[in-house]
């Protein structure tokens, strides 16, 4: 069992171009969320996805778009790049939406842009 | 608003125990999560509390008081495996996890 995979594990991108993040799960979980993480701030949670067709924005969303096709994939878009989100990229996954079910994470993408 | 706190590095003995607090400030509360976090990689769930004392999981341990807005992970019998950043996140009104910034814990023989 893969879990959660994310594509690519790291790039390096000039500022202005697009870029899409991939993240695919194979637990067959409704809930899908992407998180930033970077030095001094913990994760902070871009956009999110309760399940298939549906999608909600979290703290940080200016920038960023996603899109929830169907229940494995959670591809995350950033239209145009700048500087400031140079980070590390998690995606992850969990069953449902309830207080007890738990949140797995991918390995992560670490993304720079120049 | 909502707010959570937690030290940003603590230094333990190899073998010894180890206490790392978290505050939280939220209107809407539905549970404390503790993960852990090994340089490089993805958090990992450790724990969940939901009401308010202690659980044990092995060397592991996670309390919680909800009136105070604090948890707490004990770590026992620390191992140099044990060095990781600790993340604690409390669940709010949504059912979104709100993170912490992490403890960075170094463990030295």
């Known amino acids: 069992i893969a879990g959660i995979t994310q594509a690519p594990t790291s790039q390096i991108l000039a500022a202005g171009r697009r870029m899409t993040l991939r993240c695919t799960q194979d637990m067959r979980h409704n809930a899908m969320y992407w998180y930033r993480q970077d030095l001094g701030l913990g994760l902070r949670l871009i956009h999110y996805s309760n399940t298939a067709g549906t999608t909600g924005k979290g703290e940080v969303p200016d920038g960023y778009s996603v899109s929830r096709a169907n229940t494995d994939d959670f591809p995350l878009t950033l239209a145009s790049a700048v500087p400031s989100q140079t980070s590390v990229y998690f995606c992850?996954?969990?069953?449902?939406?309830?207080?007890?079910?738990?949140?797995?994470f991918g390995p992560g993408t670490r993304l720079t842009v120049l | 608003g909502q707010n959570i706190d937690q030290p940003t590095e603590m230094t333990a003995t190899e073998g010894a125990i180890v206490q790392i607090n978290c505050t939280y400030q939220?209107?809407?509360?539905?549970?404390l999560f503790w993960y852990q976090q090994h340089a490089g990689e993805a958090p990992t769930f450790l724990s969940y509390?939901?009401l308010d004392g202690l659980e044990e999981k092995g060397r592991f341990s996670s309390f919680l008081s909800r009136s105070k807005g604090y948890s707490y992970l004990l770590l026992k019998e620390l191992q140099m495996k044990d060095s990781a950043s600790y993340l604690c996140?409390?669940?709010?009104?949504?059912?979104?996890?709100?993170w912490g910034a992490g403890t960075k814990l170094i463990i030295k023989p």
């Open positions: 939220t209107s809407g509360f539905n549970g």
């Open positions: 996140a409390h669940m709010d009104s949504n059912y979104q996890l709100i």
């Open positions: 509390n939901v």
């Open positions: 992850a996954s969990r069953a449902g939406t309830g207080a007890t079910d738990t949140q797995y």
